[in-house]
């Protein structure tokens, strides 16, 4: 339970009762005065507190057993929060630069965001306040309707689940670097203009099939993806299929070129140039949809096996709002030293990214949407010796139900490359 209560000094605070025991929960900034309004499962209470010398006053979150967090506002002075789900999610109302307008706001871990940037266009609605968010993201409000100021109504606001529609280019087969690889055309339920981005290299590799990922994001963050095989030059028989790094981005001259391994170590599949599903690699395919496997990789003497776990949950069924613990290891199992190696983790657009802590190197992620969710981890991982390990422990939060794909790549200097997918489902 949380609410407030009166101090002696006439000031009152925010407080959370449990198991028969209030606890203070104290203000910002040495503000008097603090209300806690909602609270969640995992015992987060959001609210509001004034700010030294209360002249303002800023919307709280009280996570459990830490001190007060100041959401911010949208501009102005005020702000205040009424609801928060399992997932963390705030929402409440808060005031313009200058205090001129009132607008209801998402708060998703990050900075606040004024909720009717977020609507789809020509509704003719302007969401004041937000009172309530339920745990699939449901939430309700009141807005302004037109230029009326009378005409205040009650609103439920549905979040957008629906992915954009892609369709790929042909596939291309050319003696010489294709001019253009196309253009892949993406439609969606509400975006007028979802975002089109792929991951070819630039040059593409010579005499080898390359697999050009495109992907479509609209501005809920949904996304969606098509496959393009690319040939250029005469592969040689059994040649790999080569994937780029599976980051979506618009081709660069700096993105590098993944050539084919030129000694695979182990046997692997030949792939099919006519059948994008079946790429082929240099090496065994990994772990696709479980939670364990091994990816042998190698190049130069160096042999890189790739090996994902699901240390948290044990089974690979989320709740929603809860926690997610990915280990990686990569040994390197062969005679020379692998040099530069890169591991690239494509996060699923149902996550967010919390950390990840590599053994050696260091990681970093790119790519994140406006909703916080998804994104491109990206991890240095120095040189690795003969007989050696490393490993990198990715945590994240299952943050919207349905299937939760985690795809990942492993690679280094001379090319040789691995991925492993992860496919998981939150309820």
């Known amino acids: 339970m949380t609410g407030y209560s009166s101090l002696p000094n006439g000031k009152q605070h925010a407080f959370i009762w449990q198991s028969g025991v209030m606890t203070d929960l104290g203000t910002l900034q040495a503000g008097g005065f603090s209300e806690g309004h909602s609270i969640n499962g995992n015992g987060d209470v959001v609210g509001y507190s004034t700010l030294n010398g209360d002249a303002g006053q800023h919307a709280a979150l009280w996570r459990y057993g830490q001190a007060p967090l100041d959401l911010g506002t949208l501009g102005g002075t005020f702000s205040e929060a009424f609801a928060i789900n399992a997932a963390g999610q705030v929402v409440g109302t808060a005031t313009t630069r200058g205090d001129q307008l009132k607008r209801a706001f998402l708060w998703d871990g990050g900075a606040m965001i004024d909720l009717n940037t977020l609507l789809a266009p020509g509704n003719g609605l302007t969401v004041e306040d937000a009172f309530s968010i339920s745990d699939t993201g449901l939430i309700a409000g009141a807005a302004r309707l037109g230029r009326l100021p009378t005409q205040y109504h009650a609103v439920v606001l549905t979040p957008d689940r629906t992915a954009p529609q892609i369709a790929c280019p042909r596939a291309i087969t050319t003696a010489a670097q294709p001019a253009s690889l196309g253009t892949a055309v993406a439609t969606d339920n509400l975006d007028p203009a979802p975002v089109v981005t792929n991951n070819s290299p630039k040059p593409l590799a010579v005499d080898a099939i390359t697999l050009v990922t ?214």
């Open 214 to 427: 495109w992907t479509a994001t609209d501005g809920a963050g949904n996304r969606a993806q098509c496959t393009q095989l690319v040939t250029v030059g005469t592969p040689p028989p059994g040649s790999p299929t080569i994937q780029p790094p599976s980051t979506p981005q618009n081709p660069t001259p700096e993105t590098p070129v993944l050539p084919p391994a030129k000694d695979p170590g182990t046997p692997g599949s030949p792939g099919n140039p006519s059948n994008p599903s079946n790429p082929g690699t240099p090496a065994s395919p990994g772990n696709t949809g479980d939670s364990s496997g091994a990816n042998p990789i190698a190049a130069s003497g160096a042999r890189l096996v790739l090996e994902s776990q699901l240390l948290k949950p044990a089974a690979k069924k989320l709740r929603l709002g809860a926690k997610l613990l990915l280990q990686l290891r990569i040994a390197n199992e062969g005679t020379g030293t692998a040099q530069s190696i890169a591991f690239q983790n494509e996060l699923s657009s149902r996550l967010r990214f919390r950390k990840a802590q590599p053994s050696q190197g260091s990681c970093s992620l790119t790519n994140q949407p406006k909703s916080k969710l998804g994104g491109t981890l990206t991890c240095d991982l120095g040189d690795l010796a003969a007989g050696e390990a490393l490993q990198v422990e990715i945590t994240a939060q299952a943050r919207k139900r349905g299937a939760a794909i985690n795809s990942g790549v492993v690679s280094m200097a001379s090319g040789a490359s691995g991925t492993t997918a992860l496919q998981l489902k939150v309820r």
